[in-house]
């Protein structure tokens, strides 16, 4: 059974930095392709990380730069470290597998000053 627990959002101001955590259980993070997604109020939800099982990783243009998402196999977790954190950035932000419908209940980041 698929589980996702994000976690790490707040509020920061412009230019600040978070790490977002997201724990995985019922499967190996390692295994599957996984991806950051983020949705700000009135928006679709678009994909802004992804990570591939060898290790690749792709940034919408938006983020490019910014945000850097990585693993920890030990720990089964997926990070998404996000600096210079801009306004445009505020949204809820989850996390997701590659094959799989399940979506965790997200953390909310807010930039703002």
């Known amino acids: 059974q698929v589980q996702l627990v994000e976690s790490g959002g707040g509020l920061v101001q412009p230019g600040g930095s978070l790490r977002l955590s997201c724990a995985a259980s019922?499967?190996?993070?390692?295994?599957?392709?996984m991806f950051w997604y983020r949705q700000a109020p009135g928006k679709e939800r678009e994909a802004v990380a992804d990570?591939?099982?060898?290790?690749?990783?792709i940034y919408a243009d938006s983020v490019k730069g910014r945000f850097t998402i990585s693993r920890d196999n030990v720990k089964n977790t997926v990070y998404l470290q996000m600096n210079n954190l801009k306004p445009e950035d505020t949204a809820v932000y989850y996390c997701k597998r590659y094959g799989s419908s399940y979506w965790g209940q997200g953390t909310q980041v807010t930039v703002s000053s």
């Open positions: 019922g499967f190996t993070v390692n295994r599957y392709r």
């Open positions: 990570i591939t099982t060898s290790g690749n990783t």
